[in-house]
């Protein structure tokens, strides 16, 4: 801190030049958040910056506000709710934290009927697959559950039910099915979840239930496919997140959670507070946080309607299609992500024995675009892949240069030595006791060069997530 204060504009003048560092937001392809919204909602915002949300009794429109998008959301997700009947939910600062009260929720009815049939409670794990986002091992880690991954494998890289079902064991809390997989878009299968899952109940006497994380579908599949049963409709989902700063549209952070019923909330995860006025019952991880987010969402809610989202979500996926079109052009890449999900294209190399995935992010770099490149997870870290995830801002135009500016830099790369060539010869041949050469297997190769090139990626970065 500087012993001296210096004049508001300079402060400005400083911090505004060093921001001009930063990549542009809205080429900023690997973040699947919002980046733009319309100037009058930017109004709303700037206006409620100063109100902070768990002053319930001071800002009660804000609350209202709030709870008439809890009702909304949950309506889109098919909750059993009546017309006189309020929607069990709450506000979140993103999927994050939404992802952390939904497994306390469930982690404390666990233990309590554990507690009163007499037996041990002391061991729950939550069943998930090995692409769920970090912040599902930040809660197993934080309030001590056991994450039980469903290994992926080389073609499928979502949690395969039938898998997740066998490791259910009387200890498991929840089964966690994603709704949009972070690394390819993809949609679990929910209902095949649901339908495995209750027979296992069923034999067992168990009553296992299913949490959704929807942080990225649960704004497109409403709108795009109606008819896909992932949500309430199926009995055994008592609790879905949403993030509102991805595909809900509003800059970041807001997320929510939504309960099928009151008894999937146990009582005594809420606190009732009065110093503030009156008596409020909140379920937060934290306590302060600005009104701003809240109020933005209601605004795109009531300004889009479901025509709106369903015009969005359509155009997103058009521009996918478009991208994805000029990609395959270049006879360079196999596509991984589906046709069905959220709006990204996520691809691989055909042949990375020479240059990598990693080497055309950093040259995308050059144009501007920021396109991350990673490897997958367990048992699939062998396979590296780039991922442009389409939002609401990125036209089509946007898509045609991108795929454009991917073609320039492949044919630039033709040009450019390996920089694999040595450290490949060390990775694939071994010498022996009497100096022979032993070539591995290919696919030996391929998971060592991933590997080396994620530690190289890994290296470059800096901070917690």
């Not at 649960?218 to 795009?224: Q, V």
């Not at 496919?225 to 609790?239: A, I, M, T």
């Not at 990673?374 to 780039?386: G, K, R």
């Not at 022979?436 to 470059?460: H, M, N, P, S």
Request: aromatic share 10%.
């Amino acid at each position: 801190m500087p012993e001296k204060s210096i004049p508001k504009d300079a402060a400005y003048q400083i911090i505004n030049d060093e921001l001009m560092l930063d990549g542009a937001p809205r080429l900023n392809l690997a973040s699947f958040v919002t980046t733009w919204m319309e100037p009058e909602c930017d109004k709303l915002i700037m206006a409620s910056l100063n109100k902070n949300y768990v002053d319930m009794d001071e800002y009660p429109v804000t609350t209202e506000l709030q709870n008439r998008c809890v009702n909304i959301i949950a309506n889109l997700f098919h909750a059993p709710i009546s017309d006189d009947e309020t929607a069990v939910g709450v506000g979140t600062v993103g999927s994050s934290e939404a992802i952390m009260l939904a497994g306390l929720a469930f982690k404390r009815k666990w233990q309590t009927k554990r507690k009163a049939e007499g037996k041990p409670y002391d061991k729950p794990n939550i069943v998930t697959g090995a692409n769920v986002q970090v912040c599902w091992e930040k809660f197993a880690r934080y309030f001590e559950v056991e994450l039980k991954e469903v290994k992926l494998k080389e073609g499928y890289y979502v949690m395969d039910p039938a898998k997740a079902v066998e490791m259910v064991d009387e200890n498991t809390i929840c089964v966690a099915a994603i709704l949009g997989s972070t690394m390819t878009g993809e949609f679990e299968d929910v209902k095949l979840l649901d339908e495995l899952l209750t027979k296992k109940n069923n034999e067992t006497g168990w009553d296992t239930p299913i949490h959704v994380d929807a942080a990225s579908g649960g704004f497109i599949a409403p709108f795009l496919y109606p008819d896909l049963e992932w949500d309430f409709r199926l009995p055994l989902v008592k609790s879905i997140n949403v993030s509102g700063h991805k595909y809900g549209l509003v800059y970041p952070g807001v997320g929510w959670v939504v309960w099928r019923s009151k008894d999937d909330l146990p009582d005594e995860l809420v606190f009732h507070i009065n110093y503030l006025g009156s008596d409020q019952p909140t379920f937060t991880l934290n306590f302060s946080k600005g009104s701003s987010q809240i109020i933005a969402q209601y605004y795109q809610l009531i300004r889009l309607g479901f025509e709106g989202y369903k015009n969005i979500m359509e155009n997103c996926w058009e521009n996918a299609r478009v991208l994805k079109e000029g990609i395959e052009r270049t006879g360079r890449f196999n596509i991984i992500s589906k046709d069905i999900g959220v709006p990204l294209v996520a691809f691989s190399l055909k042949d990375s024995s020479q240059h990598t995935v990693f080497e055309i992010a950093d040259h995308l770099r050059k144009f501007g675009w920021i396109v991350p490149a990673y490897t997958m997870p367990p048992d699939a870290q062998h396979i590296a892949v780039l991922r442009v995830v389409i939002r609401e801002d990125f036209s089509r135009g946007l898509a045609e240069r991108l795929a454009a500016d991917i073609e320039k830099v492949v044919k630039l790369l033709d040009t450019l030595p390996s920089p694999l060539t040595t450290k490949a010869v060390h990775i694939t041949a071994i010498t022996s006791e009497t100096g022979e050469k032993i070539k591995k297997a290919a696919i030996e190769t391929q998971k060592e060069i991933a590997f080396y090139w994620k530690r190289l990626v890994d290296g470059k970065r800096l901070g917690a997530c």
